[in-house]
């Protein structure tokens, strides 16, 4: 399963609306992408932004106090914005997500008010049943599918606890 394509509108520094395409292959090489710029440009903020669209609840991993403040705070240039969302597309080609779609569209979206709301395939789910079929195609934000800046030694520090949670996302125990 390949993450082909993310769109981010009105998450943290992301106001206007960006699209980031993930090529499978790029000049004969397998698909490997770096996002490159100067200190505090926002490159952190897109591997937050796939966290949160893969739901995570945990304020402290997507280095915020409060929920809205994935939400595009304002600029010089720009008012603050009411609301952010971000899709993820994978191409399921290999059906690593249990559903019968060649192409799955994960997306998440939240507004000021405190609502978050989670889209399967642009349809309202469940986070709960949608945290479901993650789990079952092994992607969670718990284990170490996304590892961020600092936190490259996550697996030694963690406690027991903790790293059986992630072991257990990786071998699809999770559920
Ligand atoms: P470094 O290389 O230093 O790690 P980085 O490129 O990873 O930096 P990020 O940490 O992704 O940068 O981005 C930090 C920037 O995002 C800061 O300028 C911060 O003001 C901005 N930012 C974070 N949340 C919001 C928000 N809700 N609204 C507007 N801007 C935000």
Redesign the pocket.
């Known amino acids: 399963m390949i993450l082909e394509r993310l769109e981010i509108q009105g998450f943290?520094?992301f106001a206007q609306k960006t699209v980031l395409e993930f090529p499978k292959e790029n000049r004969g090489g397998k698909g490997i992408t770096c996002v490159v710029?100067p200190?505090?440009?926002?490159?952190?903020?897109?591997a937050?932004a796939i966290r949160w669209a893969l739901g995570e609840q945990s304020l402290k991993t997507l280095r915020g106090k409060k929920s809205e403040?994935?939400?595009?705070?304002?600029?010089d240039k720009k008012a603050r914005l009411g609301f952010a969302e971000v899709a993820l597309y994978f191409n399921n080609e290999s059906r690593v997500l249990p559903l019968e779609f060649e192409e799955i569209v994960i997306s998440r979206k939240a507004d000021r008010s405190g609502l978050s709301e989670y889209y399967l395939n642009k349809a309202e789910v469940r986070f709960k049943d949608l945290a479901g079929i993650l789990a079952q195609a092994r992607l969670g934000t718990s284990g170490l599918l996304i590892v961020s800046?600092g936190d490259s030694d996550i697996l030694i520090k963690s406690t027991a606890q903790e790293r059986r949670g992630m072991l257990e996302e990786v071998i699809g125990l999770r559920q």
């Open positions: 943290k520094s710029g200190n505090g440009s926002g490159k952190s903020n897109l937050d403040d994935v939400i595009f705070s304002g600029s800046q």
